[in-house]
């Protein structure tokens, strides 16, 4: 089974600075996807970035970047130039063959103005 | 295109009850998910379907039931509610390994 971890409850930075969310996770599979969604107040689970683990190249989106160590099962999220808009829940999730996402227990991000 | 909708956006039942939570998929998807988001806690998978047959399920009892209709929509089926059945209830869809589009929730309440 696989399982994700998110050992920041809770975050906070000044706006426009870098923040960096942490994840690891475990799984016994070779092919498989991460990601990091982002629920704002308004409940909608929002894609940020995707990384398919196959590839070395970490992913990029914009601010959004992730670090991606295989080896260490560990997949951080950096957001640079952080904006109000950037204040939500962040949740980490890994989805194997099956299409099915495992979540972590999320991250949530304040961005002071 | 309007994406995943679901409805109601809020319910509330009392205990024993039965409810029937219903999502339609983006367009052109065909497989959809259901998720259980309790408050403060990231969403946990319910179950999924796929050619209106149950492909696989997350560890939830016989309580929780589905469907899918020839259309890809889909309904979520709870009986005999539970207090710790309250939670944001997700559903996604996709086609095929590609992103997994959520919509907005919806919001049960068992007192």
């Keep these: 089974a696989q ?4 050992s920041q409850p809770e975050m906070s ?6 923040v960096t969310l942490s994840c690891t996770y475990d799984t016994s599979e070779n092919n498989y996807y991460l990601f990091w969604y982002k629920q704002p107040p308004s409940r909608q689970m929002i894609l940020v970035i995707r990384q398919e683990a196959y590839k070395q190249q970490n992913a990029t989106e914009n ?3 992730v670090n991606f160590q295989k080896a260490a099962k560990s997949f951080s999220l950096k957001i640079s130039d952080s904006q109000l808009g950037d204040t939500a829940m962040y949740f980490c999730a890994h ?12 991250t949530r991000l304040t961005i002071i103005p | 295109d309007a994406g995943v ?9 009392t205990r024993g009850q039965q409810v029937t939570l219903r999502c339609s998929p983006k367009s ?24 209106e047959e149950e492909r696989q399920r997350g560890n939830f009892p016989d309580r929780f039931s589905g469907h899918q209709f020839p259309n890809y929509s889909s309904e979520l089926n709870v009986n005999a509610l539970l207090l710790g ?3 944001l209830y997700l559903c996604a869809s996709t086609l095929s390994h590609n992103e997994q ?4 929730g919806t919001r049960l309440t068992v007192l």
């Design chain 2, 5 to 13: 909708t679901q409805s109601p956006t809020h319910l509330i039942k």
């Design chain 1, 63 to 65: 601010r959004f970047s």
């Design chain 2, 85 to 87: 059945d309250s939670a």
């Design chain 2, 28 to 51: 052109g998807h065909d497989t959809v998910s259901w998720y259980q988001q309790a408050l403060g806690q990231g969403p946990q998978f319910i179950f999924q379907y796929y050619e």
């Design chain 2, 101 to 104: 589009f959520f919509g907005p």
């Design chain 1, 13 to 18: 930075v000044q706006e426009a600075e870098t």
């Design chain 1, 3 to 6: 399982t994700v971890t998110q």
């Design chain 1, 95 to 106: 989805e194997g063959g099956n299409e099915k996402l495992t979540f972590g227990t999320g």
